[in-house]
């Protein structure tokens, strides 16, 4: 009866001790793998924000680009999502931040997905030309509110920024009516006749001789 004892306490500390190395292995292993799986998610996020979070102000328009996701492929390939907002900076009626986030109101065109189909440029009349075509004229949808978070050191400036351009553009858009009213208002006042000029005259017609008869060709 003693000796069962004796081996009871003798033996129990170290099942204790090889449970606690075992478990203590385990968590070492999972926060291992947690930490590793932060860490790659971490990367890709920090890469997609350094080449997909911007944004453009261009002399017509404006371009807020934001990362979404990185997804991965049945073809093992990875693909950047993005949110894109497109807004005629004449259309800019307000802008302001709020607690991490910046928000630019008016009309503006908005699209959400993999970037290869939002690669855009912008043509000598200064409006965005899309890529892939189908967003020139059907893509994205209208929303009346462009909400993007503050990843940028002068968010505040920004849009400062973006107000002061927006101001710009519809004192230079009024310009040139009031400019394009005048070339009309004159070209009203001018009289123009109708019809045919009087400069204009009717060359003479080919009469043949007496006793020549024509020639036919």
């Known amino acids: 009866m003693i000796t ?8 129990t500390p170290l099942q204790l001790y090889r449970a606690v190395f075992y478990v203590t292995n385990v968590f070492t292993a999972y926060s291992f793998v947690v930490c590793l799986v932060s860490s790659l998610a971490a990367t890709y996020s920090i890469n997609g924000h350094k080449k997909h979070t911007y944004i453009e102000i261009f002399s017509d328009v404006i371009v807020f680009s934001q990362f979404d996701k990185t997804v991965k492929g049945s073809d093992n390939k990875y693909t950047d999502y993005i949110k894109l ?21 008016g009309k503006a065109r908005f699209f959400s997905m993999p970037q290869e189909f939002l690669k855009y440029s912008i043509d000598e009349n200064g409006r965005i030309v899309f890529e892939h075509w189908w967003n020139n004229s059907y893509g994205g949808e209208d929303v009346q509110l462009v909400k993007v978070k503050d990843y940028y050191t002068l968010g505040e ?7 002061f351009c927006a101001k710009k553009r519809r004192i230079s858009e ?5 400019f394009r009213e005048r070339l009309l208002s004159i070209a009203r ?7 045919l000029s009087q400069k204009y005259v009717e060359p003479p017609r080919r009469i043949p001789r007496e006793g020549i008869k024509e020639r036919k060709w």
């Open 157 to 163: 400036r920004i849009l400062q920024r973006i107000i």
């Open 85 to 105: 907002w497109v807004m005629n900076l004449s259309d800019v009626e307000d802008a302001y931040s709020d607690r991490g986030m910046l928000f630019v109101k």
């Open 189 to 195: 006042k001018i009289d123009r006749k109708k019809g």
């Open 4 to 11: 069962n004892v004796v081996m009871r306490i003798v033996t």
């Open 174 to 178: 009024q310009r040139m009516a009031e």
